[in-house]
């Protein structure tokens, strides 16, 4: 079974940071794909920012400029750095990961953390 492991969220006040990790463990051959997602209250599930083949990052346009994605391809861990956080970035975000489990005929598999709650708030 392949997991992701969520960590870092918690309360803010606006203009802070906050480091969100995510590390997937498991029977994992190669992870092809891993990033953030997120969603509020009434909202669609929404795109933060992902990496890709581990070769480009794409960000959401709420990201650009604040939140930073890295990732260590070694450790299959994903970190994403939140800076001048504000209050519409309070949600729930979700790890996201494309997985080709090992022993897999090159099949991908997507997996999702739990969420880890950010709240922005004076």
């Known amino acids: 079974q392949v997991q992701l492991d969520e960590s870092g969220g918690g309360v803010v006040q606006p203009g802070g940071s906050l480091r969100l990790s995510c590390a997937a463990s498991?029977?994992?051959?190669?992870?092809?794909?891993m990033g953030w997602y997120r969603q509020s209250p009434g909202n669609s599930r929404e795109l933060v920012a992902i990496t890709v083949n581990g070769e480009s990052t794409r960000y959401s346009s709420f990201a650009k400029g604040r939140f930073t994605l890295s990732r260590d391809t070694f450790l299959r861990t994903v970190h994403l750095q939140m800076d001048n956080l504000k209050p519409e970035d309070t949600a729930v975000y979700y790890c996201?990961?494309?997985?080709?489990?090992?022993?897999?005929?090159?099949?991908?598999?997507?997996?999702w953390g739990q969420g880890t709650q950010v709240t922005v708030s004076a």
């Open positions: 498991g029977s994992i051959f190669t992870v092809k794909a």
């Open positions: 996201n990961a494309e997985v080709i489990p090992r022993g897999a005929d090159l099949e991908s598999t997507e997996y």
